[in-house]
């Protein structure tokens, strides 16, 4: 028998919270998007993601996570999430997912871009815009009323309309004070179906759109997966608030207050 999900609704002083984790990881994500060249170490990274955590005053969520060795998950190409920092040096024309979450105030936000490193192929920059995309087309369907299987429908019919598998083995969550709450968030599925959606829930979208097949795999340090076929892979993760108003993204970047 299935369990019964438990889908938190969140009060609007919790939203408020959780905007305010949202633009801090926002920033720190800006911050690294400007800073990846070509020759840094993924492990580079990493350490600067850990120094802009400490500069803000939050908490890493994914260091210790089931045992993580990191605060950020930086995937290069072939690799699609839970890459694993190290020796692995930035090459031009590498895709790079970087995802980091954040705790502030003992709320979790959420967030993933992937960044192309000096000259990209053509085919990588459509993925690329594809995937960021995809992501877009989902967050309009976060809407009270709506079914959760509109945001997974939105995303897979888009990513397949421009020619990309979209990954099944990974999904995003609900977020909130848990780094993963339900409901699971499909990147595939059927519209109108599954758990209405209601103001108040917060969710991180996070569609995984790989040039090949979807088919994955894990590497044998338990983390790091990687496209079964080598094909390169895209993700792109908002933390998005579903209000009377509608779909909110509560990481958008904004610099309108202190840069990091
Ligand atoms: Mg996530």
Known sequence: MKRSLDIRIKTKDEIEILREA????????HEIQCSLMIGQTTREIDALVEALIQRNNVLPAFKGYRGFPACACISVNEEIVHGVPGNRVFKNGDIVSIDIGIIHRQYYSDMAV????????SSCRKLLDVARQALFKGIAFAQNGGRLGDISHAIQTYAESKGFSVVRDFVGHGIGKQLHEDPEIPNYGHAGTGPILRSGMVLAIEPMLNMGGYKTKTLKDGWTVIT???KPSAHFE???AVTEQGPVVLTEYSDITNPV
């Open 22 to 29: 949202g633009l801090i990881l926002a920033k720190i994500v």
């Open 228 to 230: 079964a076929d080598r």
């Open 238 to 240: 908002h933390t998005v």
């Open 114 to 121: 992937t960044i192309g490193v000096g000259e990209l192929s």
